[in-house]
């Protein structure tokens, strides 16, 4: 074999070198002249880094060149915690630093060269640190957007999310604990591996979250710890005395027991709270988060702590993780996590009443109301509720308490018989000035001695401030907003009971999301009258929605004429909700999707709709003639079209 000339040497720093050796198994000059060369190519083997002690991953070299000519370069490790993967073309260590938990591991790195029957290699010599296990206070002294290593139990984990493929797991340490946010996993390792009582180590940046101790994104080792029952830490003590829980208690598992309940939020919403303590004084009192993970609407928990209608002044035992958000909380988590306490009499007819009393968020000129006022309405029967008397109470001159007689009901295949009842209304008058008018719930026993007394506040209002159209599509979703205008489109869907509808003004239209059929002055929703409401802005794939709608005032007004269009608009906040209408051939029509097209040939234009609901959509090569409302969906300009009336077929 011919002599290979040295070539420039391939990598950055030359490291640890222990030796260099051969083999050959020929005895001719031609065998010699193969050991200098694999010598000479093995010579150019380097690693990419100085330091003998490594904290990453890195690259090496797989192959040299002499003259042309490709050397194929293999790597062998002499520890199973550092092996060699090649992808692309590029080999790379495979370093398992998390099993290294007990010391430095020093490792030797072997390349080989072989050309011919003549193999040379070179050694390198590397040192595996320790893996680094973080304490809490530790990581606390770090610094944020460092990456650490903490070792902790499983306490709770939220549902896995399948669509990123990670969990969001809350474990807890020796003298507080964190959270595995965005932690990478499989459905299966979630079921299997981040159970309760596991012990894993986490890695990560640091972070917070509201002052809760996060690593995310996070990966994660399982330890060969034994499995623990994780224990549950009564802090009862430290909300009662007023000292306080703290970050030492962080995702630790905790009870509260025999507290009693201040303060219950809007259950409505899909995560709320429950204050509990000592309500007259706030720093002994603690939060009892009902989170929308762990107690999703619908699920089993949810649906069990709602079901269990709890009242302010009832006493309950909780159990749960010690979250955070910028303060500690309490949040259940599990079936079983919150035993009720016997309600008294009193308190549970009053706060049932108020919970069932509606009222306008505002009201204009004279509009009556029911204040519930009777154990029926409240759903309340027996013994203990005998000789309870209830009576609503007003102070204002503008408003007059008066009596309505309800009728009984019989009973049907789904709903019990009724008695006939009598109830408390409460009358408006037109005023001069807003008003807020506090009306009280007094519940007196059978000495009539009152042991419940409860207010709701009714806002008169001398007139009605409407938002601007300009102001209310760039409003952020949330805010409340006043809008009016003419009804230009209805869609009654009976089936749930809701109505959608259309307002329009002279600066634009409004869609109004899901007004219950049974809201008070739902039977004035019908085309041509003018109608002033109020709601909240939600936002759904770019539509902008007036949600949660409350109707304020009810007025004549005018019928909104389609706008008849010939070509796809291009729909923006400030367009979107218009009733249109057109006329062309379906040229597509697929599940909800729908396209008509107007005119032939070049001057063709394609209108894309949606159907908002399950419609039987016209064949392709149909003629007809579509009314729907211009919506943003998806980014994507679109008619929606919410009932088979909208689309008519022509001959």
Known sequence: MKNIKKALVLGLAFLGVGAITSCDNKKDDGASQVTDASREAIEK????????????????????????????????????????????????????????????????????????????????????????????????????????????????????????????????????????????????QDDNELTQGT??????????????????????????????????????????????????????????????????????????????????????QMTIYIQKYFCKKGSDLRNEIDGLNLIPGQKITVTGLVGWNNAPQIMPFATGAIVAGEKKPADEIGYTLLGKTVLPSKVYGVKTIILPTTLTEAGLSGDKFDGYTMEWTATSTNVTLGEKEVAAKAATDTTPAVPAYTTTTVTTKKVEADEDVVLTLKVKDSAGEEKFTGTVTLKLVKDIVVDKFADVIKAEKDTMVTVAGNVAYVYNDNGNSLIYFTLADADGSYYVYKLPATAANADSVVVGKKLTISGKISIYKNWIEIASPEILKVEDGTAVEPTVITEMPVVTPETQSKLVTFTGKVTKSSGKDLEVTIGEGEAAKVIVCRAQNTLTLPAVGTNVTVKGITCIFNETSQIAIFQASDIVTNA
Not at 47 to 70: C, H, I, M, S, W
Not at 86 to 105: C, M, Y
Not at 212 to 231: C, G, I, Q, S
Not at 260 to 271: F, L, N, R, Y
């Open 45 to 188: 083997v380097l690693l990419p880094q100085n330091d003998t002690t490594v904290t990453a991953d890195f690259t090496v070299v797989n192959t040299v060149k002499y003259n042309g000519e490709t050397v194929n370069v293999t790597w062998k490790s002499n520890n199973e915690l550092v092996k060699f993967v090649t992808a692309d073309g590029k080999t790379s260590t495979q370093i398992n630093f998390k099993e290294n938990l007990d010391k430095d591991v020093d490792v030797t790195l072997t390349a080989e060269v072989k050309i011919g029957d003549t193999t040379a290699a070179k050694t390198f010599s590397i040192t595996v640190p320790k893996y680094k296990i973080y304490t809490i206070a530790e990581a606390d002294a770090a610094k944020k957007g460092d990456s650490l290593a903490i070792k902790g139990v499983v306490v709770a984990k939220e549902p896995y999310d399948s669509s990123y493929k990670n969990a969001n797991v809350y474990l807890s340490a020796e003298n507080g604990g964190f959270e595995a946010y965005r932690l990478a996993c499989t459905q299966e």
């Open 199 to 284: 012990t894993i180590i986490v890695s990560g940046p640091k972070s917070y979250y509201n002052d809760l101790r996060e690593l995310t994104p996070a990966t994660y080792t399982v330890t060969t710890d034994a499995k623990v029952t994780v224990p549950v830490e009564d802090l009862t003590s430290l909300v009662t005395s007023g000292t306080g829980i703290t970050t030492a208690y962080q995702c630790h598992l905790a009870k509260l027991t025999d507290v009693e309940i201040v303060s219950i939020g809007d259950k409505t919403q899909d995560a709320y709270s429950i204050v509990v303590g000592d309500s007259s004084d706030t720093k002994k």
